[in-house]
């Protein structure tokens, strides 16, 4: 990583008429994980004028893609189980509308959040911008240092990190989770905790509704109880339960572990490398609406709603 400063003007001037030019000419950004796809012309075709978003970030890696559908075929099959196998079946109208109506919302919900976290740009800085005028733009004063990420080639702000994956440096890189195929950062970590907690809320309703629907038909004849002959609903059930509690259990430690850390103003990636903050640190309530936006309601519990960021000076390097 090379780092310059108003300090040594003079050095910079005369790299840049002669070794650092060479330099710049050979090393070119590595090539982007992702692709950024705009939707713009797809809105236009159906008469959409006010766009919901212009642009969609989409993480190319294979695994990732791979792990993304499968979180999609587990919901798709809790959905399954719980409708057509549990309550459809059942006889009482109220316990059917009431449970599949809560259960249906909660995984529109936590599907929502997983799509708007897979497909939004978690706070990527822009390619090969660490360029003498931008640099000269900062206005850096007297002994103060602007870092360049040398497989970027970017002016790199604080506290950001370069994903190997994405190929690209985000501002409070927090880690790459492959289940959204995506990074976590700045943009998108309200979005990851609202998939951690639905997914976790439908784990823990899912086991409910399995035990109480398993513990019900052995109180009965099972003809009539089931979607399902008592073999086959036996297995479903089994599977629906170890699903909820390995993925319950996973998305709670996650979702508890990302509070954490915001409430501490420290991301996973600073917590690993122990780095000495060297920026202000907010309060937990301040680091709770940095994240979830201001002031507190209904929408911090929406995947549909914007948080507005305040950025502070440092991220101004992202020019």
Not at 118 to 129: R, V
Not at 190 to 217: A, D, E, G, R
Not at 283 to 292: D, H, M, N, P, T
Not at 294 to 313: A, C, M
Request: charged share 15%; with cysteine.
């Amino acid at each position: 990583m090379e780092s310059y400063g108003e300090t040594n003007t003079d050095n910079y001037n005369d790299a840049e008429n002669g070794q650092l030019i060479q330099k710049q000419k050979k090393s070119t950004p590595v090539p982007d994980g992702i692709k950024i796809i705009d939707c713009r012309p797809i809105f236009r075709r159906f008469g959409i004028r006010n766009l919901p978003f212009r642009y969609v970030w989409f993480v190319t890696d294979a695994c990732g893609i791979v792990c993304a559908v499968l979180t999609w075929l587990l919901i798709l099959y809790s959905q399954y189980v719980v409708m057509f196998i549990m309550l459809l079946p059942n006889p009482s109208m109220t316990y059917t509308t009431f449970h599949a109506t809560v259960f249906f919302f909660l995984s529109f919900l936590a599907a929502s959040s997983h799509l708007r976290t897979m497909f939004s740009d978690p706070g990527a800085i822009p390619k090969g911008n660490a360029t003498r005028e931008n640099i000269l733009r900062l206005g850096l004063k007297e002994g103060q240092v602007v870092y360049k990420c040398p497989k970027c080639i970017s002016i790199k702000p604080e506290r950001a990190h370069h994903c190997s994956v994405c190929q690209r440096c985000i501002r409070k890189m927090d880690h790459h989770c492959p289940w959204v195929n995506n990074c976590v950062g700045e943009n998108n970590q309200k979005y990851f905790v609202l998939f951690t907690f639905y997914i976790c809320f439908i784990s823990i309703y899912s086991l409910y509704l399995s035990i109480n629907h398993f513990v019900t038909c052995l109180g009965r004849e099972w003809k009539g109880c089931s979607g399902a002959s008592p073999p086959a609903t036996t297995v479903f059930l089994i599977f629906l339960i170890f699903e909820g509690l390995l993925f319950g259990i996973f998305t709670a430690i996650m979702c508890a572990t990302q509070l954490s850390s915001i409430c501490t103003d420290e991301t996973a990636i600073e917590q690993l490398k122990k780095e000495q903050a060297t920026w202000e640190r907010k309060s937990k309530w301040l680091s709770i609406k940095a994240v979830f936006g201001h002031p507190f309601s209904w929408r911090w519990f929406s995947p549909f709603d914007q948080p507005k960021f305040v950025y502070p000076h440092s991220y101004m390097y992202s020019v």
